[in-house]
């Protein structure tokens, strides 16, 4: 763009020299604000030049030149653009919304910034929401942003302009903040003055001279004012609850539902209405596995920096289950029904934005460690709100752990394309019957919700005693049995 533009201003200037002859010279084209300016000079005249400003952009269509008091002006006719005073100033720097995913075509803007706020590089300058993540929009320069175009909470697409931050390595003295603190110790002094003006207006009533006792005895009632002024240290109480308004206020609220809560929601409600879901349930006794992880705990965390904690076996189990029951890990897709040699399992992270479910891949190739791993680097991610889209596509399964709640029963929802999902609870001691006697066990539920046109009750049934076969011995999965 800025090529096409020259090329029109020299062509300009081309056409130009032959019609002043030797009478005048082209002098200089030079840019200013959102304008260009042609400057054409007179001899013998040069201190009487003549600029004449016109908007940019667009090829020159029509020129001419009018002499009038030995002074020669230059006029152009173009198509009128608007543009910004700050277009062509190096001092500024506007900031625009990255590239999105294929997946993704829009998102909502959240600033954390405002106008006036100084920000370093690469500081978070701006959040953009989109129905799968959220995408951190870092300062490119040092400097203070001087415009906010997009408000906040309005919707943007790639490329679209979001603010221009004024280029300067200083930041901004912070001489108004400390006027604003000092400003905040004066309100306790006006406590302490109310408490002279009782003795003061006792004073008062003690100058009728007949009755002297009587203004004592104000004066020992009047010391209940400065109760009232004990009082006003209440109302700060208020002002947090309009922060946070307490029950009984009858108070209501409306908040706008973020682009990821809509997705869920909207693949939620898909999967209820596409799939013919159905749940089948069974306990697992946790005795082996958390013998296990009191006996090795130690050495696995010294060798691999990590805790070995639950899900880990329940993923390699689910795996297990999945190579022995490969239609669970199928899915039907129009008229086929695609089965995949390969164990991709999602897992069911619950963040303050919505519950995401990244992906581990290839678990059929991995162990305890390395599931460990996969999950707290993924977990990280989830929370800090990092996680990329491609870390979140595709899933043959889903596991999904209630039980950090305190979860005892439930039934999970089918994350849509997927056929199936694992719901883990928590572990509870319970009575059960053990070689014909009654013994106190870490019990779990486990439940498996699946979809019915694909999967029968059987392949089901048999999938979940699978896992929970692979739990209670962990050596059937070194045996392959």
Sequence with gaps: FQEQKMLAYRNFAAKLLPRLQSRTTLNAVRGFRG???????????????????????GLITDAFISTWSQTVVVSQTIRPVMTSSILFDNSFKTVVTPAFAESVSEGDVKWEKGVGDYVEEDEVIAEIETDKTSISIPAPVSGIIEEIIVPDGETVQAGSELCKIKITDAAPSPTPESKVEPSTPPPPTPETTPIQP???AGSIPTTPPPIPPIPSEPIREEPSPPRPPLTPSTPPTPLMTSEQPSFGSRIERRVKISRMRQRIAERLKEAQNVNAMLTTFNEVDMSNIIEMRKKHQESFIK??????????PFIKASCFA????????????????????YVDISVAVATPKGLVVPVIRNVETMNYS??????HSLGEKAKEGSLAIEEMDGGTFTVSNGGVFGSMFGTPIINPPQSAILGMHGVFDRPVAIDGKVEIRPMMYIALTYDHRLIDGREAVLFLRKIKSAIEDPRILLLDI
Aim: charged share 20%; glycine share 6%.
């Design 35 to 57: 304008h260009r300016a042609l400057c054409v000079s007179v001899s013998g005249f040069q201190k009487q030049q003549t600029r004449h400003y016109t908007r940019i952009s």
């Design 198 to 200: 009782p003795s003061v």
């Design 303 to 312: 060798k691999h920096g990590i805790k070995l904690g639950f899900m880990s």
């Design 322 to 341: 999945l190579q022995h029951q490969p239609v669970v890990n199928a899915v039907i897709e129009g008229n086929e029904i695609v089965y995949r040699d």
């Design 370 to 375: 390395s599931i460990e791993k996969n999950l």
